[in-house]
């Protein structure tokens, strides 16, 4: 897709999809996100403030968009650790695209915030870090960055890593919000959207990036910055519009600079609990210690923190599952 206008694309298909592109003149690469019902899967199944879906959402967004780099298997995790109201978040994503999330928060000292009107994103962080673990899977090893929390946006912190630990000029762009979707008949939904775009040298061996090079004939910082700044001027509506195909607006925003589109990568929200997986949690324990966990009814129950779904046991099902591990 280089100045024509894309082919249309059936409606389902512009949801919960990574789309990873090129500008051409430029050599910028970059990665557009777009979420539906992916997104309002994991948001609608917590009693959130509004405040905490929208940070859990744009991690969400941001770890899509990173992942989309990595190859089938690998893993990838975003988790921060603050002295904010929003005390841990964490976002991660096992490829291809199976996509959780979850918050941790005070929900008095958000309430307290929200009496003063919007609350801020780098009020409810505050100070601590985050920490993006890349594991590629394949028993390979994996890698870490942490960058310092320190009462900033999660874009300002992501933007940190990558100039610090990767090196990389980068913009990021982050949109959550409700939308009442056309002909919806089941209220509002979360959608979320992102943009990134990063400025990598040239391969020597791609015949295509040295052409376009020759073509614009400036030099790699100037096109950097002219493709940026194009970058900048995408607005959040337009990261969310479920009517606005990506192809489309990648073309809006680079039209100048000629823009190549690659195959779209799906996201989906996905828990990998199971009942299986608790049991074996719960033999951890001592039988004194299960007894404790018991509920009035006998029962001993968990909810998993990802999903809001809820395992019951009865005792005797997890001491037969311990003597089968003896």
């Not at 962080?125 to 390979?140: E, S, Y």
Request: with cysteine.
């Amino acid at each position: 897709m280089t100045g024509t206008p894309p082919k249309p694309v059936l409606a389902e298909r512009r949801d919960d999809i990574v789309l990873p592109f090129r500008t051409e003149k430029s050599r910028a690469l970059g990665r557009l996100v777009r979420l539906g019902q992916s997104v309002d899967t994991i948001l609608s199944g917590h009693d959130y403030p509004d405040a905490i879906s929208e940070v859990l959402g744009q991690a969400l967004a941001l770890t899509s968009m990173l992942s989309a780099a990595m190859k089938p298997g690998g893993k990838l995790s975003l988790q921060t650790k603050t002295d904010g109201p929003l005390r841990v978040l964490i976002s991660d994503i096992e490829l291809p695209g199976r996509m959780r999330g979850y918050a941790s928060f005070d929900r008095e000292r958000v309430a307290e915030l929200a009496k003063a009107g919007k609350v801020q994103q780098g009020a409810l962080l505050g100070a601590g870090a985050l920490a993006l673990t890349f594991d590629p899977g394949d028993g390979r090893d994996s890698h870490q960055g942490v960058v310092p929390l320190d009462g900033q946006s999660l874009t300002a912190a992501a933007n940190t890593y990558f100039r610090q630990s990767e090196q990389l000029p980068t913009f990021i762009r982050l949109a959550v919000a409700r939308h009442r979707l056309p002909g919806a008949q089941d209220g509002w939904h979360w959608r979320a959207g992102g943009l990134i775009l990063q400025h990598l040298e040239a391969d020597p061996n791609d015949d295509s990036a040295a052409a376009s090079t020759d073509e614009a004939d400036d030099d790699t910082r100037d096109g950097w910055q002219r493709a940026r700044i194009l970058a900048a001027t995408v607005e959040d509506h337009e990261l969310l519009d479920p009517t606005l195909e990506p192809e489309r607006l990648l073309l809006r925003l680079f039209h100048e600079e000629g823009v190549r589109t690659f195959p779209r990568q799906a996201v989906n929200a996905h828990c990998r609990c199971s009942r299986e997986r608790v049991q074996m949690f719960l033999t951890r324990f001592g039988r004194e210690e299960l007894a404790d966990m018991r509920e009035p009814d006998g029962n001993l129950s968990v909810t998993c923190e990802f999903c809001s779904k809820r395992y019951v046991f009865a005792l005797d099902e997890i001491g037969h599952a311990m003597n089968q591990g003896d």
